[in-house]
């Protein structure tokens, strides 16, 4: 990361983030898709051909937190089109009978996986589901034949864990990016309240 990056000045109604991007090379050992959940009445599920105002619930949901704003800027179309494509799998967490929150994996190259989206509802925080629900992706992205690649990235607005559950799961970071992007507070996307954690720039 460049100083030049992080010295740069924040114009009115805009957020620097720093991105993370990280890497898993090879099926961890012991992984086991198998392994039971952490308590009675959790399991992750597959939705089959997700249904647009479904999949805003659990992305508003779990994201309004941490100002996940990109899929909320398109249209239905635009984000029909990303989570119905062939070889894009929504995995949903259920504890208690309801939504706790969500994995989406993204396989359409070759033997390459990406972790798109990863995390919690709210209420669900704090009760252990995170790291067996990234062990399930993980299974889920090596079971294909021919796996070489499984990656993702998280941003410093993400939980203060997130970085450290990634490398503690097996991921290796490789590159790190600063970016200026819109603070979708600012524009009324997200309410003003939401993510106390990130300051916003007036």
């Known amino acids: 990361m460049s100083d030049t990056a992080t010295d740069t000045p924040v114009p009115p109604g805009k957020l620097r983030e720093v991105v993370t991007h ?71 967490l259920y504890a208690d009978g309801q939504p706790a929150g969500y994995v989406e994996l993204d396989a359409r190259e070759p033997g390459d996986v990406e972790l798109v989206f990863c995390g919690l509802m709210p209420w669900a925080i704090g009760r252990g589901l995170g790291p067996w629900m990234l ?38 970071p490789f590159d790190e990016e600063v970016n200026i992007v819109p603070d979708p507070r600012a524009d009324g996307l997200i309410p003003e309240d939401a993510a106390p954690h990130v300051p916003m720039t007036v």
């Open 22 to 92: 990280l890497e898993m090379l090879a099926r961890p050992k012991g992984l086991d898709a198998a392994e039971p959940p952490p308590q009675r009445g959790v399991r992750l599920e597959r939705v089959t051909n997700p249904a647009v105002p479904f999949y805003r619930f659990l992305y508003n949901t779990v994201g309004e937190p941490w100002l996940w704003q990109d899929r909320r800027r398109l249209s239905d179309d635009a984000l029909a089109a990303k989570i119905q494509a062939e070889g894009v799998a929504v995995h949903v």
């Open 135 to 172: 062990r399930q992706a993980t299974a889920l992205a090596w079971d294909p034949p021919g796996s070489r690649r499984f990656w993702v990235h998280t941003c410093s607005f993400d939980h203060p864990s997130a970085l450290k559950m990634y490398k503690a799961a097996g991921f290796v």
